[in-house]
């Protein structure tokens, strides 16, 4: 008993008690922590907005809204990815100039990016951490890309 016990000590203090579970045959299933389901809820509200964003662009700017269509279903998904739903967002104005609009939601997708790299690093879970450095590459690429459509 004391050398299990032991055992298990050593192995929690170096983050592998869950390995040592696996090898046991014993299947550990993760505790939800408070900090990462906070940093959902932040990361779900701010994918929101910028879903919000790209909506009412395309919106305001019909020649931008067939362009915009792949942008919707990406915010979409990320909302869905971290168990947002979309209800009770509302639209923010959007810039009158169509340039104007789309270099204003290329600097949100920027900002996002940013955003969600911090997050990722500040994720306890490694799950997490992954789905959110894996959001953040995909808005970087969305900031470069939608300013294509100038």
Do not use: W
């Amino acid at each position: 008993v004391v050398v299990v016990a032991g055992a298990g000590t050593v192995a929690g203090l170096a983050h592998r008690l869950d390995d040592v579970a696996r090898e046991v045959g014993v299947r550990p299933r993760p505790r939800a922590v408070a900090a990462d389901d906070a940093l959902i809820a932040e990361v779900a509200r701010a994918q929101n907005v910028l879903l919000s964003q790209v909506e009412a662009v395309a919106a305001r700017h019909a020649g931008l809204a067939d362009g915009l269509k792949p942008f919707q279903q990406i915010a979409q998904a990320q909302v869905k990815a971290v168990g947002g739903a979309d209800a009770g967002r509302r639209a923010p104005s959007g810039d009158a100039d169509s340039a104007g609009a789309v270099t204003a939601l290329s600097n949100a997708y920027a900002a996002a990016s940013t955003a969600r790299a911090e997050d990722s690093g500040r994720a306890v879970s490694p799950d997490l951490a992954r789905v959110l450095a894996s959001m953040s590459a995909g808005l970087a690429q969305c900031a470069h890309t939608v300013r294509d459509l100038r």
